[in-house]
Nanobody
Framework: EVHVVESGGGSVQAGGSLRLSCAAS????????MAWFRQTPGKAREGVAA????????YYVDSMKGRFTISRGNARNTIYLQIDRLKPEDTAMYYC????????????????WGQGTQVTVSP
């Protein structure tokens, strides 16, 4: 059984930084893609960044380039999302997704999801 767990969200002031973590268990040892998405109430879930577990190649939604950095840990089933120069519009629930297609940003492209971690940015 696959489990995906996010952590690291919180409340910060604009201009600050956060590092989100995601750990997945139960995935196969072969390479797969893991990604970060975010969602605000009333809006569709949007992709942020993705990374291939073995190749290490990274993918970003164009609008997310610059302040978001995705990386993986020594354990390939662990990924991170560094968010710098946070803005109030970054306020959202951030979700980690696993076992999907790198570079595809439809939610249906990923098989497993965590429960999300809330990021709230105050002006």
């Amino acid at each position: 059984e696959v489990h995906v767990v996010e952590s690291g969200g919180g409340s910060v002031q604009a201009g600050g930084s956060l590092r989100l973590s995601c750990a997945a268990s139960g995935l196969p040892n072969s390479g797969y893609c893991m990604a970060w998405f975010r969602q605000t109430p009333g809006k569709a879930r949007e992709g942020v960044a993705a990374i291939h577990s073995s190749a290490g190649s990274t993918y970003y939604v164009d609008s997310m380039k610059g302040r978001f950095t995705i990386s993986r840990g020594n354990a390939r089933n662990t990924i991170y999302l560094q968010i710098d120069r946070l803005k109030p519009e970054d306020t959202a629930m951030y979700y980690c997704a696993a076992d999907g297609y790198c570079g595809k940003w439809e939610s249906t492209s990923y098989d497993y999801w965590g429960q999300g971690t809330q990021v709230t940015v105050s002006p």
